[in-house]
């Protein structure tokens, strides 16, 4: 056995973190802030779809989906405090206006026979851009100063990519017909300009810049 | 997507058939004869047994669509903060999860159990106890009054599936109870956190409740006796925050509730006595003028 006393450095060889990082907390918070304002959106919308759409799959899926993004919710809102904001909903915002716009635009179909656009929203243009604000976030920030809000992000994509991969099945099996196609494609264009716009959940910048 | 959702525009599949609550009461096929103090409690030795059980199953089954779409209602009908707290819509989302893991069992148990998605009417009563325009009423008429039901469907259920030696069953509706303990104690416990400071709406919820309570005790279904097919969970209605008064006065409603129902059901059969006495007469009497 190795000596016990002798000197080791403090980080093991393949330990590379660094502590550099591009967010002060500041900008940690404000983008914690964006986040779980995004993701309250879209738990109260998934919950609110369940007695709109009449295929019983998608119907539990919703429900599913539903408290993942609560959850979701719920970890920004705890991480928030510990970021110095004492007061949570002073920074739980949307980026901006078109990102109220956007999640307008995405809210709106309510009919029992729009539930390909109901879908496009969420798994083609919403949880994509989750992917990418919170895969920038885990890439761009310290890995040691931010590391709670890491493991978070890490805990939440793991959720993001289920549920990306269950929604986009549950597209491509009601996307029977070019014209149903053709739906959703006109869709997820009109809700991508919008969003487009918005700079991603968090702004311009949700990806760096 | 409009705030509030009418029960009328449900959205279902072709498979679904809906049904009023006064209209599945009085559907002659349910309606039992006056057998005093006779045993209809849902048990193996019931010659109605199997298509009984069945038939609870499916309402099993549509009733957690139901409070699943409920309960996602909740989530998008109310603004988070000054219409309903932050905490409280999470907790609706998570029951939006259980309810969604209720359906899917209850689909593979109805499969199980050798019944099909439709094989029984649907009666959309539940949802419509789940539109209150105020969230503490709705957590009281839905989390309180029907989820407190569930468990008392669901522990039947469970012995059922003791007694007929289906651990199959028994093990899922377990695993359900626990689910609905829950869910009943998060409404109590919202019920008393949002009003604590406004005794008004804690009385108008909970009158809400007892309505929602009576309107499901309809006909006698549950209640402390055999005579009804589903029994009341004391334990678990206790374990789920409710005081021993709130559990003697559903006990009180489902009796009285029982007894309305025999009172009508044998004035019913009185009656159709009567018919066939006036019916049988005349004809007897043309009968020996003729011979």
């Known amino acids: ?209 | 997507m409009r705030k509030f959702f009418p029960v009328e525009e449900l959205a279902r599949d072709e498979r679904f058939h809906t049904v009023t609550m006064k209209e599945r009461m009085n559907d002659a096929r349910t309606i039992r004869g006056d057998t005093k103090n006779a045993n209809f409690r849902l048990t193996p030795e019931r010659r109605d047994a199997t298509d009984g059980a069945r038939g609870l199953m499916h309402g099993i089954f549509v009733g957690e669509i139901q409070a699943l779409e409920g309960a996602g209602r909740t989530c998008w009908d109310f603004e988070t903060g000054s219409e309903a707290p932050f905490e409280l819509k999470l907790d609706m989302a998570r029951q939006c999860w259980d309810e969604a893991r209720h359906v899917e069992i209850s689909v593979k148990l109805s499969d199980w159990m050798g019944t099909e998605i439709g094989s029984y009417a649907e009666n959309t009563v539940l949802f419509e106890a789940a539109c209150s325009s105020d969230p503490v009423l709705r957590l009281a008429g839905v989390n309180r009054a029907l989820e407190g039901l569930a468990i008392d469907v669901f522990t039947t259920m469970k012995e059922f599936g003791n007694l007929a030696g289906d651990p199959y069953l028994e093990f899922c509706e377990d695993w359900m109870l626990a689910d609905e303990v829950t869910h009943v104690k998060m409404g109590s416990d919202w019920l008393r956190k949002v009003t604590e400071k406004d005794p008004e709406r804690r009385k108008k919820a909970l009158e809400f409740q007892s309505i929602v309570d009576k309107l499901f005790s309809y006909g006698g279904t549950r209640s402390d006796s055999n005579e009804s097919p589903i029994g009341l969970a004391r334990r678990f209605r206790e374990l789920a925050g409710f005081t021993d008064d709130e559990v003697e006065s559903i006990a009180d409603v489902s009796m009285q509730a029982l007894n309305e129902r025999k009172a009508a059901v044998k004035k019913m059969l009185a009656d159709a006595d009567s018919f066939t006495s006036a019916a049988a007469a005349p004809s007897g009497a043309a009968a020996s003028s003729g011979g």
């Open chain 1, 1 to 209: 056995m190795a000596d016990p006393h002798k000197a080791r450095a403090p980080f093991a060889p393949w330990d590379r973190r660094t502590l550099p990082g591009l967010f002060d907390v500041e900008e940690s918070a404000r983008r914690v802030g964006n986040y779980k304002w995004a993701e309250m959106k879209l738990f109260e919308a998934l919950g609110g779809w369940v007695a709109t759409v009449p295929e019983l799959d998608v119907k539990m899926r919703l429900g599913t989906h539903c408290y993942k993004h609560a959850w979701h919710a719920e970890l920004w809102h705890k991480r928030l405090p510990e970021l110095r904001e004492m007061n949570p909903d002073r920074l739980t915002a949307p980026a901006n206006d078109a990102m109220v716009r956007f999640v307008a635009a995405m809210t709106e179909p309510e009919a029992h026979d729009q539930t390909i656009e109901k879908l496009v929203g969420v798994y083609r243009v919403y949880i994509p851009r989750f992917i990418a604000a919170y895969t920038y976030h885990l890439n761009a920030t310290s890995e040691i100063t931010d590391a709670p809000t890491i493991r978070t992000i890490k805990l939440i994509l793991q959720d993001e990519f289920d549920d990306w991969r269950d929604g986009e099945m549950l597209i491509q099996s009601l996307i029977e017909t070019p014209d149903d196609a053709a739906r959703a494609a006109a869709h997820q264009q009109r809700l991508e300009t919008i969003m487009i716009e918005a700079g991603g959940i968090a702004g311009p910048g949700s990806l760096g810049s």
